[in-house]
């Protein structure tokens, strides 16, 4: 019997050999190649079409999240397992927005890989037990609040968003787009009327708290 093909990418390689080995031990599953960045893996993905893609969220050049949305976007048959140390649930969210069947904490790494890769063959989700009041919170439709909270802002409000998070001033802000300091607070003000935040410093703290999911879910 022909054995799954499993591709890894982490930009640790003691990790990366480490699931490697654990994979390869198992008898119906072989690793077909690996990569230790965003951009290599996702070229590998679309050309040897592995049944099963681990990825790393943190990666150099390209996150483990956006390719899983690449994966999704083209409508390939490639399952892909997120496999982080984020243990927040908004990047969990966004992890499995963006097509992911597993999401698997690197701290249970050695015990729930090959489950996680057994249950996601079988077409059901894994979610690492420590985390699975993520899943339950989920399915019960408590999330997505700041997904649909962004979607209503305009385009131009989602890049000055985005530069926030990255702790830019309206000053560096205006200078980025040719436009007034004014022009610019009035974008904020739209900004937190939309996002319902109050207070002098709410956009920053609300931009800086989800930095991380504004980046990737704004991504081009």
């Known amino acids: 019997m022909d054995k799954v093909t499993i591709f890894i990418a982490d930009d640790h390689p003691i990790f990366l050999h480490g699931l490697k080995t654990i994979i390869d ?3 119906n ?3 077909s190649n690996t990569a230790s960045d965003g951009v290599t ?3 590998l993905i679309q050309v040897n079409k592995p049944t099963i893609a681990i990825l790393d ?3 150099p050049g390209m996150t483990g999240i956006e390719i899983s949305r690449r994966v999704k976007d083209i ?3 490639t399952k892909v397992i997120i496999l982080t140390m984020h243990k927040d649930e908004a990047v969990f969210n966004l992890a499995l927005d963006m097509g992911a069947m597993a999401y698997v904490l690197k701290d249970n790494a050695a015990t729930d890989l090959v489950n996680s890769i057994n249950t996601v063959l079988k077409g059901e989700y894994f979610i690492s037990p420590h985390i699975i009041g993520f899943y339950n919170n989920r399915k019960q439709g408590k999330y997505h609040d700041i997904v649909t909270a962004i979607n209503v802002l305009t385009d131009t409000e ?3 968003l985005r530069m926030i998070s990255e702790n830019k001033s309206t000053k560096m802000i205006a200078s980025n787009f040719f436009i007034s300091d004014k022009t610019v607070q009035n974008h ?3 900004i937190c009327k939309k996002l319902e935040l109050e207070g002098v410093n709410s956009l920053l703290s609300f931009a800086l708290q989800n930095k991380y999911l504004i980046n990737v879910f704004l991504a081009s």
């Open 41 to 43: 893996a996702w070229d």
């Open 25 to 27: 031990g198992q008898n």
């Open 188 to 190: 904020r003000f739209n």
């Open 57 to 59: 969220v943190d990666m």
């Open 158 to 160: 989602k890049k000055i």
């Open 29 to 31: 599953l072989k690793v």
């Open 75 to 77: 409508g390939s048959d």
